[in-house]
Nanobody, 121 residues
């Protein structure tokens, strides 16, 4: 499965962005978003199972970010509201064949190329 992420950009604190991740070349059981700030580890942001169920979120984004999907387009989205400067990072979408949701990077087999999100104060 190839993943293509898009939608990043520059936004002021308090603003919103929506990231997209389109999958091609196969199917996926679960999808996730991770992010990596300069000099830091790649951290879990959100994930859900393609077959249903509620998404899970990192505590730092809960209540501000929402993950959703479009089955017809085989695309997942990350709606980011009330953005903060500490949300600045490169955001990566990830996929895995299984449906179990993992917060650890090593459990995800497929990765998109990343999209930069910069939040100014």
């Amino acid at each position: 499965v190839q993943l293509q992420a898009s939608g990043g950009g520059l936004v002021q604190a308090g603003g919103s962005l929506r990231l997209s991740c389109a999958a091609s070349g196969g199917t996926w059981g679960a999808a996730a978003w991770f992010r990596q700030a300069p000099g830091k580890e790649r951290d879990f942001v959100a994930a859900f199972s393609w077959s249903g169920g509620s998404p899970i979120y990192a505590d730092s984004v809960k209540g501000r970010f929402t993950m959703s999907k479009d089955n017809a387009k085989n695309t997942v989205y990350l709606q980011m509201n009330s953005l903060k400067p500490e949300d600045t990072a490169v955001y990566y979408c990830a996929g895995r064949r299984g449906t179990v949701l993992h917060r650890t990077r090593s459990q995800w087999q497929n990765w998109g190329q990343g999209t930069q999100v910069t939040v100014s104060s």
